[in-house]
């Protein structure tokens, strides 16, 4: 089951004049600063920066709360999407993972044991 919106991904080639940038925009330094991924928390939610990937109008890559990423993911893929990116342990209890809906949009899942729906705001 979804059970809400959770974190944006947004790409960032120069991860440090991003995280420069978005500490400015955001006010606060990131949570997690590490070279593959640096971590804003947000109203409760997470912003998040990569060095991979192509910035573009696409806009960010959302990532939807589940309970089990393995068992929604598989539950995706029987409901018609398409494996795009397969369950990854990311560090710390978080689970990611992704598929193309039937359309050819990404649908991006989190399991993320450390979401407070309280600090939502």
Same mark, same amino acid.
């Given at each position: 089951?979804?059970?809400?919106?959770?974190?944006?991904?947004?790409?960032?080639?120069?991860?440090?004049?991003?995280?420069?940038?978005?500490?400015?925009?955001?006010?606060?330094?990131?949570?997690?600063?590490?070279?593959?991924?640096?971590?804003?928390?947000?109203?409760?939610?997470?912003?998040?920066?990569?060095?991979?990937?192509?910035?573009?109008?696409?806009?960010?890559?959302?990532?939807?709360?589940?309970?089990?990423?393995?068992?929604?993911?598989?539950?995706?893929?029987?409901?018609? /999407? &398409?494996? #795009?990116? $397969?369950?990854?342990?990311?560090? *710390?209890? =978080?689970?990611? /993972? &992704?598929? #193309?809906? $039937?359309?050819?949009?990404?649908? *991006?899942? =989190?399991?993320?044991?450390?979401?407070?729906?309280?600090?939502?705001?």
């Amino acid at each position: 089951m979804i059970l809400g919106l959770r974190t944006a991904i947004y790409p960032a080639p120069d991860l440090v004049r991003a995280k420069a940038w978005y500490e400015q925009v955001l006010g606060m330094k990131p949570y997690f600063d590490e070279p593959f991924y640096v971590g804003f928390s947000v109203g409760g939610f997470e912003l998040g920066l990569i060095p991979v990937g192509e910035p573009s109008w696409a806009g960010p890559q959302p990532l939807w709360g589940v309970d089990d990423a393995a068992a929604e993911f598989q539950r995706l893929v029987a409901l018609g /999407a &398409a494996a #795009l990116q $397969p369950v990854t342990d990311v560090g *710390g209890g =978080i689970k990611v /993972a &992704a598929v #193309l809906d $039937p359309f050819g949009n990404r649908f *991006g899942i =989190i399991e993320n044991p450390h979401f407070d729906p309280g600090a939502v705001r």
